[in-house]
């Protein structure tokens, strides 16, 4: 009997997905757990394979189509099926004796097939989508920057596998790429030869911009380049043009040239913002002498021109100073410094962070609690615990710990707003930021109120280590209900935490003090940590807050209540 094929919800987000690649044409044998399609979804691109058994006797989305969650995209049965009854029952609007036909090779005379085009995270229409269809025509298939991230916009090329005249196979990793997230192989899904680089390492490219072009040997791709809506192709284009003169670097390795002499037959190589800035101090440019590329002025020149220092080479001094008189004051030193900085271009992972933290920062309402906890109960407690435990207790540890009991006990930490509703989260997922080199990432601890301390030591050490070298996958940062940032380890006594949404909360940690404290009517030293939450008063009240404060106080001055 035929059945369905559903559009599966592979991610927590996902409404829709696109059919990046379908493994299997009408008519072929499928077997239970083989590969059929490869879907893009919000957050990455996945295999699917099928759970039945039959002949593929419809495709509903073609390659490149997306379809929404449970939509019917293929049917399954026995060779010469009749299927309409289950299309009419799913609702489904396509014309059945159309796309039950194997597809058939396109002509030269023909209109060329765009469902037909095996194409990476396109899901642009019009122009790009006749891109890809001249591409059919060809025999050659578009690249594209994929989303690879439910945050990624662009993304940047790292590192090129092939360079142009290298044979790809379908499998092959054509590049690696930097998102906002981490940095991921994207795969060619073509056999053929790279026939062209779009986008050079280092470079960056929007979500669905071309990226390669992959074909047979020989192909001339100049008219899908031209076709192909996509700014970075022409601008390399534009600088491999020959004849056009590149705009100056300015660069301090650059060999000294000669100075341009201005006159009435010769042009005054300068920048326009240098003339600018020569205009606006008052600087006869053609008196600064260029330090760029064939003596051109540039920007750095005019700030670091000294009139006085010219004058005094055009003019030499008088052979005798005259007598400095006896009431003059004191000639002050003067000490001449050079300007200088460095510009670095923002990474992925940076232009994320400032975009998400403005975000919460200015759309949601925070408001602080700060609270000192006594932790010499708890500095006893790990000392014993790592005798015996098989990986090393942190603070850090401990204090996740502690906060996933706190979560079960009150729910309205543990929540999330949505907009019309508050969501009010039954299991507790804590992120954990961990500092990388170009920013900051959250690794999710899931279920963390049901893991030992060993466990959750284990999994925050993997999860940093992992972190640093970019391993991370997205299922690792996705789902938490609420964040803890732990700065104690850099010495931090205390300091606010902007919160990472949808959380309602996040909670920021000192560094452990020893200060004078009251106990028993007698001053002692004492070890106190400062812990400060922040709350979404959209969610989070300040009395719902302190009591949760306050049951963290009494796990952390107490921890063998963590044990119970």
Known sequence: MAEVVKMPKMSDTMTEGVIAKWHKKVGDKVSSGELIAEVETDKATMD?????????????????????????????????????????????QKEVSESAKAPEPVKASEEPVKESTPVVASTETNSAGNSDADAEALGATIIRMPLL???????????WHKKVGDKVKSDDALADVETDKATMEVIGYADGVLLHVGVEKGQAAKVNDIIAIVGKEGTDVS??????????????????????????????????????????????????????????????ISQVKGSAEGGRIVKKDIESFNPAAQSQKASPAPAAAAPVAESAPAAIPQFTGEEKYTEKPVSQMRKVIAKRLSESLFTSPHFYLTMSIDMDSAMQARTKINEFASVKISFNDMVLKAVAVALKQHPNVNSSWLGDKIRYNEHVNIGVAVAVEDGLL????????????????????????????????????????????????????????????????ILAVGGIQQVPVVKNGAVVPGNVMKVTLSCDHRVVDGATGAAFLQTLKALLEEPVRLLV
Not at 149 to 159: K, L, P, Q, R, W
Not at 267 to 274: D, M, Q
Request: charged share 25%; net charge negative; hydrophobic share 35%.
């Open 149 to 159: 991230s439910d945050t990624m916009t662009e993304g940047v090329i790292a590192e």
């Open 442 to 505: 959250v690794p999710v601890v899931r279920f963390a109120d049901g893991k030992s301390l060993s466990h959750i030591s284990a999994e925050v050490k993997d999860f940093a280590q992992r972190a640093k070298s970019k391993k991370l996958q997205p299922s690792d940062w996705e789902g938490s209900t609420f964040t803890i940032s732990n700065l104690g380890m850099f010495g931090i006594d205390e300091f606010t935490a902007i919160i990472n949404p949808p959380d309602a909360c």
């Open 223 to 284: 008219a899908l380049l031209k076709s192909g809506s996509k700014p970075a192709v022409a601008e390399l284009k534009a600088e491999s043009q020959p004849g056009k003169e590149k705009p100056a670097v300015d660069s301090t390795a650059a060999t000294e040239t000669q100075h341009v002499e201005s006159d009435s037959t010769s042009r005054l190589k300068a920048s326009p913002l240098a003339r600018k800035i020569a205009k606006d101090k008052g600087i006869d």
């Open 48 to 92: 699917f394979e099928s759970f039945q058994e039959g002949t593929l006797l419809y495709i509903g989305a073609k390659e490149g189509e997306a379809a929404a969650v449970d939509s019917v995209i293929a049917i399954l049965g026995a060779e010469g099926e009749d299927y309409q009854a289950l299309l009419s029952d799913s609702g489904s």
